[in-house]
């Protein structure tokens, strides 16, 4: 079974502008969240969505959103990006089976760097 | 708040050496715990977990913890280190009803040949 895919992995942008990353899960898996990573804050929690909805939300400005399609892919958008928005930006997906609690399957992140 | 402390940044260790990494939780009920390791430009992997049950858990690559729920704790331990475990080790914790994990700063784990 295919793993968490991201695309695409490595991106440079300029401060002001926005980009969007997307994430296809775990073939069966109906939850996608989204992970900031940095050296200074380590990993941050940014959001959670499962059937198409949002769940959870971090502690993040408005700039960053995201959505997720009924085929359970994911996307994340940073708009106006600033300088502090270079990060790995990691997704992860799980079953997400009702009653029961499952793991996060990582993938590889997408490495972003704003100029 | 729930957090994860995992208090050593840097640990060295030898090759064949055995190896434990230190994390501590805080969270009011009985948390699910999580070990992931992180190879250089890479995603995380999940080493093992702990949900409920036999406090002793094990993992892949010979990896296994223990949960203390007396120390809050869940330490990850190896009887003998390979060069390839060199990585970055990170704990989290996800409570009941949100997959938002929180995840301990993590620890760099240097093996000397």
């Known amino acids: 079974k295919a793993g968490v895919t991201q695309t695409p992995r490595y991106l440079i942008k300029t401060r002001g502008q926005q980009v969007t990353l997307s994430c296809s899960p775990i073939?069966?898996?109906?939850?996608v969240s989204w992970y900031q990573q940095t050296p200074g804050q380590g990993l941050q929690f940014l959001f959670e969505?499962?059937?198409?909805?949002?769940?959870n939300k971090g502690n993040f400005p408005g700039r960053f959103s995201g959505r997720q399609f009924s085929n359970s892919r994911s996307e994340m958008n940073v708009s106006t990006l600033e300088l502090g928005d270079s990060a790995l930006y990691l997704c992860a997906s799980s079953i997400r089976i009702g009653g029961s609690y499952n793991e996060q399957f990582f993938g590889p992140g997408t490495r972003l760097t704003v100029l | 708040a729930q957090s994860v402390t995992q208090p050593d940044i840097h640990i060295t260790v030898s090759e064949g050496a055995s190896l434990e990494l230190r994390c501590n939780y805080s969270?009011?009920?009985?948390?699910?715990l999580f070990w992931y390791v992180q190879s250089p430009g890479q995603g995380l992997q999940l080493l093992l977990k702990?949900?409920?049950?036999?406090?002793l858990v094990q993992g892949i690559k010979g990896f296994e913890a223990e949960f203390k729920r007396s120390q809050s704790s869940f330490n990850l331990r190896k009887p003998s280190v390979h060069w390839s475990d060199a990585a970055e080790y990170f704990c989290?914790?996800?409570?009941?009803?949100?997959?938002?994990?929180?995840f301990g700063t993590g620890t760099r784990l240097k093996v000397l040949a």
């Open positions: 969270y009011g009920a009985t948390p699910y």
């Open positions: 073939s069966g898996h109906r939850s």
């Open positions: 989290a914790v996800g409570t009941s009803g949100t997959y938002k994990y929180i």
């Open positions: 969505y499962f059937s198409e909805t949002q769940r």
């Open positions: 702990y949900f409920s049950g036999d406090t």
